[in-house]
């Protein structure tokens, strides 16, 4: 068959003349060239034998190369025919590997000679590589247009994200230099008020008490005002970086609830700076975290790990309480799906079957940096939920270059 697939043009051509009514089928072609064998073999072998036997020359040997003769000419005439006709079948087997090469718009021959219904065959395929080409040029423009709207709906979060750090910086400046600085002036006017009204004279007793209420107020509600503008901007991440911001997080979360926060540090470039917007979103996510263990675990331990290293930028959260809830696991499963999902068909999911507001930012600021959240009992043999967030160093990359 090889042989055959490389014959010459002119081999080509002289089976397509042979080719007998090449409208018919197949079938009929061969009945017919075969019947022509049997015809002209008869016509010609009778003719040759009484010939020979007039002659005297008819021998069994004379006998045998006729009948080898009929047998080779119905050999040729039958390879031809087959040769004609399934031509389109070997032009199908080209366009086939050429579709498996990548060729996108791959195209059998059409031949006018051959079995009618493998022509049919092959214009039917090649109608459907047609379909299939505009419809992945259709698919590539869709894709593209999701891509845009992507690309351009992640613009419009970061915005939003740096509008509130925005915002939170706004607010923890006014803070610092207006109300703490009026509180401040308060409780020194309380002091002052205190010392003009002492305690020893009765008539100034029952005002002293209450004036030193009132100052003990003011001061505890400027320590919590500080402790709140710290929360909204730590100047200790803007200063020290990620490791130094994870530890001051450690740290203010045991001291305000209690609960011993272990914090792990691993990697080879665990001390470099990262991207403002990539320490930004780390550490919103290790605080929300830790939020969501004081809120709802009852725990009694965290441990936090942070790993840098060439490629990855991992955190995690693991705490030793209850566990996450099951429906609040399968609702943020399935928003995981919807999201990750084509959205040439979105899916909407109710606002009473989406996951807590808390996991769904600390979500959206991994995805803006190209990254993934996970939620999930542990599975180290210990009781507890584990966050852990992944953000390529790629990403990290890309923020610095942005910036310069």
Excluded: C
């Excluded at 007793?205 to 730590?234: G, I, W, Y």
């Excluded at 507001?357 to 959206?364: N, S």
Aim: no cysteine.
């Amino acid at each position: 068959m090889a042989q055959l697939e490389s014959a010459s043009p002119a081999a080509t051509a002289s089976a397509r003349r042979l080719a007998l009514l090449p409208g018919l089928p197949l079938f009929y072609q061969l009945m017919l060239a075969n019947l022509m064998v049997v015809l002209v073999g008869a016509i010609v072998g009778t003719s040759l034998t009484r010939r020979f036997v007039e002659d005297g020359t008819f021998t069994p040997w004379v006998h045998v190369l006729m009948v080898v003769a009929a047998v080779l000419l119905s050999v040729v005439f039958t390879t031809l025919i087959l040769y004609a006709a399934f031509r389109p079948v070997r032009s199908l087997r080209r366009a086939i590997a050429q579709y498996r090469a990548g060729d996108s718009v791959p195209r059998a021959q059409v031949e006018l000679h051959g079995d009618p219904d493998l022509q049919a065959v092959v214009q039917a395929l090649n109608s459907l590589w047609s379909r299939l080409s505009e419809h992945q040029r259709q698919l590539e423009r869709t894709n593209a247009r999701l891509a845009e709207k992507n690309r351009e709906m992640q613009r419009l979060a970061a915005q939003v994200i740096e509008a509130q750090e925005e915002e939170r910086r706004r607010v923890a400046r006014e803070l610092h230099d207006d109300t703490m600085q009026s509180l401040a002036a308060i409780s020194v006017g309380l002091e002052h008020g205190l010392q003009a009204m002492p305690a020893e004279i009765p008539r100034f007793r029952e005002s002293h008490h209450v004036v030193a209420r009132l100052q003990r107020l003011a001061e505890d509600t400027l320590d919590n005002l500080r402790k709140l503008a710290l929360a909204l901007r730590p100047s200790v991440r803007d200063d020290h970086g990620l490791v130094a911001a994870v530890r001051w997080l450690a740290a203010t979360h045991e001291e305000h609830h209690g609960m011993p926060v272990r914090v792990r540090i691993d990697g080879e470039r665990v001390e470099d700076r990262l991207s403002p917007p990539v320490e930004t979103a780390i550490f919103r996510i290790v605080q929300e975290a830790l939020s969501n263990v004081a809120k709802h675990s009852n725990a009694d331990s965290v441990l936090v790990r942070l790993r840098v290293d060439e490629h990855l930028l991992t955190a995690e959260v693991a705490d030793n309480g209850v566990g996450i809830d099951e429906r609040l696991l399968a609702l943020t499963a399935t928003e995981q799906t919807v999201e990750s999902a084509n959205q040439a068909s979105p899916v909407v999911v109710s606002a009473s079957r989406r996951p807590p507001l808390g996991l769904f930012g600390m979500r959206e600021r991994a995805v803006l940096l190209d990254g993934e959240l996970a939620v999930q009992r542990r599975t180290d043999g210990h009781s507890g939920t584990l966050m852990r967030v992944t953000i390529p160093r790629s990403t990290d990359t890309a923020a610095l270059e942005d910036m310069t």
